[in-house]
């Protein structure tokens, strides 16, 4: 048997949103089993949770919406992955801004937090989908597609006509581990020569080298460098995994991705939920045992049951 997980207690965030640049707190709650993950803002009067699945995401540009209009809650794709890579299925998210914090640009900080909080067993029993044929969508030359796969691997391959990154491809086996290790520490990214224009959009006005890796048109400018030679390519599979995490279960299947994003992403989980026969959700006791064992934690992290 493996059990549905929440934290052991409230973990509480202060930081600011990348997009917004507002300085926001969220409060991540314990909840029961198969409650999922709901996002409520505090700052709106009367405001309702809204439960995170892939069909309340509103927009997909430059990051992943919860819900639309002025209840929506942006930038949920990080924190996302965390939860997922540590195995939470269940909670319930709280901010008082309309963006979660950008921390330093990826999921470290979460997975600092989520530790140092002890993680609690439910009584009740994880469900995976289970991909039994393939699902792809398309546009505009980049593509995304599930496959049948006893764990979840996701195989990233990013294209970008810059001499740091060009092209990358990283093949990641999901183990909570793994993730912890090889995924959570990596940041995203954006290239000088599209600060102004972002800016005027009304977007990244939080960015800073304290929350992304910058690129001039030669090389990066934050002065600690990279954390992984790829980190680009890393921080699109914790993108795709909190993407791919709105589909509500763990995931056994194989997920590969050519320069894809938020957008897609999205478009594929709803292609999947359109696609009745290409998936079962099954008991994790029904799953062989390899599917189970990329769900241990590491040693450090605290199970309350
Ligand atoms: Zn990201």
């Known amino acids: 048997m493996i059990y549905q997980r929440t934290l052991a207690k409230e973990v509480k965030v202060t930081g600011i949103g990348l997009h917004s640049g507002r300085k926001v707190t969220m ?23 809204m439960r995170a699945d892939a069909r309340s995401v509103g927009a997909t540009e430059n990051a992943t919406t919860i819900g639309q209009g002025r209840e929506a809650i942006h930038t949920v794709e990080h924190l996302l992955a965390v939860l997922y890579g540590l195995g939470i299925n269940n909670a319930h998210i709280e901010i008082d801004g309309p963006e979660v914090p950008i921390m330093d640009g990826s999921g470290a900080s979460f997975v600092f937090l989520l530790k140092e909080t002890g993680i609690r067993n ?43 990154i060009k092209t990358q491809r990283e093949v990641f086996d999901f183990t ?19 600060v102004d224009m972002l800016k005027r959009k009304g977007l990244i006005k939080g960015g800073s080298l304290d929350n992304a890796i910058v690129m001039d048109d030669f090389k990066v400018i934050n002065p600690e460098g990279l954390r992984f030679g790829n980190e680009f390519v890393r921080h699109k599979i914790l993108d795709t995994l909190g993407d791919v995490s709105l589909l509500g279960h763990e995931i056994a299947g194989k997920i590969t991705t050519f320069k894809s994003g938020h957008n897609l992403h999205n478009l594929l989980c709803r292609k999947l939920l359109d696609t009745p026969a290409a998936f079962e959700i099954v008991s994790a006791s029904n799953l062989k045992a390899e599917v189970r064992d990329a769900f241990k934690l590491p040693q450090g992290i605290a199970i309350a049951h």
């Not at 912890?180 to 020569?193: L, S």
Request: glycine content about 4%; some cysteine.
């Open 27 to 49: 409060r991540v709650q314990p909840a029961d089993a198969d409650y999922g993950f709901q996002f409520k803002r505090t700052d709106i009067p009367g405001s309702l949770p």
């Open 122 to 164: 439910l009584n009740k029993s994880k469900k995976f989908i289970v991909i039994l044929d393939t699902v792809r969508v398309e546009k505009d030359g980049k593509w995304a597609q599930f496959d049948p796969h006893p764990t979840l691997m996701i195989d990233s391959t990013i294209v970008f006509a810059h001499p740091v």
């Open 176 to 194: 909570c581990e793994n993730f912890i290790n090889e995924i959570a520490r990596a940041r995203t990214f954006g290239f000088a020569r599209d």
